[in-house]
């Protein structure tokens, strides 16, 4: 990684917990498929809560946010294979992730919810589900917890590179529905032109993860340290409040 472990420890004896003087850049992948948390501006950058969240990071620890467009599914490999420094995509903390990469603390927890057009038969539990294809994004956890509680029930689980592509699909009816976060799904899809004649059915959905961090490298401990100061940081001095507020109406930090 760009940033020496040499000056990440003496910045973690500071009690800044800050970089030293020379900055350093942190190739932080992101899925820019996410609104409100990670979407592309017309211009080609990336804006989105994960954004604000890791400039500011950055800022506090003295280091370059460099944004690298990845497809979410190829997160891990590419971190793993140092293509990246870092994952800042909405990613949740699971114990199976990490087997493969260490988290930082939370940054925010949603709970999922499966949308589907207006009036379809999906309220009724997995007797409504079965037979029916439901859209995820690869290699997220609704992808996995889709695999392993309703496909053994009957339901055809989709998955598909990008969340776009499931929307588009829900869209012009090629899915029954589409398992994804609440506030993907609202801010993202139900609240869009596209999402007209859409809902949420059913109850909110926990998926056993413990909210969504940043993703580094096992070996990476003094990073995480850094961030989680940062983290801890905003959200003591309001900061994280105020980047809050230009998205969401509650606070998404969660219980």
């Given at each position: 990684m760009k940033i020496s472990l040499m000056i990440l420890s003496a910045a973690l004896a500071c009690s800044s917990g800050a970089f030293a003087a020379d900055p350093a850049t942190l190739r932080l992948g992101i899925d820019p498929s996410y609104p409100p948390m990670d979407a592309k501006a017309p211009d080609g950058s990336f804006k989105g809560f994960d954004v604000d969240l890791g400039n500011e990071i950055c800022r506090r620890i003295h280091a370059h946010c460099q944004w690298v467009e990845l497809e979410f599914s190829g997160m891990i490999p590419a971190l793993q294979a140092r293509k990246i420094d870092a994952i800042l995509s909405s990613m949740a903390i699971t114990e199976k992730r990490e087997q493969q990469i260490l988290f930082t603390s939370k940054l925010f927890q949603f709970k999922s919810r499966l949308i589907a057009r207006q009036g379809a038969p999906l309220a009724g539990g997995m007797n409504a589900l079965a037979g029916k294809q439901i859209g995820v994004q690869s290699g997220t956890q609704f992808e996995g917890y889709a695999?392993?509680?309703?496909?053994?029930?009957?339901?055809?689980?989709?998955?598909?590179?990008?969340?776009?592509?499931?929307?588009?699909?829900?869209?012009?009816?090629?899915?029954?529905?589409?398992?994804?976060?609440?506030?993907?799904?609202?801010?993202?899809?139900?609240?869009?032109?596209?999402?007209?004649?859409?809902?949420?059915?059913?109850?909110?959905?926990?998926?056993?993860?413990?909210?969504?961090?940043?993703?580094?490298?096992?070996?990476?401990?003094?990073?995480?340290?850094?961030?989680?100061?940062?983290?801890?940081?905003?959200?003591?001095?309001?900061?994280?409040?105020?980047?809050?507020?230009?998205?969401?109406?509650?606070?998404?930090?969660?219980?």
């Open positions: 695999l392993k509680n309703w496909a053994p029930l009957g339901v055809h689980v989709v998955a598909y590179k990008s969340q776009d592509e499931v929307f588009a699909d829900l869209e012009n009816g090629r899915l029954d529905g589409a398992l994804l976060g609440t506030v993907e799904a609202d801010y993202g899809f139900l609240r869009m032109p596209a999402g007209k004649g859409f809902a949420f059915v059913g109850e909110p959905l926990s998926m056993g993860d413990r909210g969504v961090g940043i993703g580094l490298r096992k070996d990476e401990t003094a990073v995480q340290a850094s961030i989680n100061e940062a983290i801890a940081s905003m959200r003591k001095d309001g900061t994280y409040a105020q980047i809050a507020k230009k998205y969401f109406d509650f606070d998404p930090y969660g219980n």
